[in-house]
């Protein structure tokens, strides 16, 4: 069984940059077959698909979150991360890791991180 958890700072200040790592367990990261996603909910809003990373290190990001967003991974350690630059309160949500199971015609998200909040606030 495949689990991920997500962790870093829960509170930030604007113009900061939020910064969050997801563990995996049960899977390679580098993993033929598999992506590795980042989502995000703001408070009464619906879910937004921030960004991913492949199996080969390459990433795709939403191109309203393009220029402020990083994904990255260290192998090693089986992890993903997160980097949001010059957050506003906005940018305030519930933040998920989750992988993607990918085809040649479809893509799915069959495991979720349970979240972790991040909170902007002055």
Known sequence: QVQL????PGLLKPSQTLSLTCAVYGDPIT????WWSWIRQPPG????WMGVITYE?????????NSRASISR????NQLSL???SVTPEDTAVYYCARVY????WCGMDYWGKGALVTVSS
């Open 5 to 8: 958890q997500e962790w870093g």
């Open 31 to 34: 993993a033929s077959g598999y």
């Open 45 to 48: 809003k619906g879910l937004e």
């Open 57 to 65: 290190g390459m990433t795709h990001y939403s191109p309203s979150l």
């Open 74 to 77: 260290d192998t090693s350690k």
């Open 83 to 85: 980097q949001l630059s």
């Open 102 to 105: 990918v085809r040649s015609s």
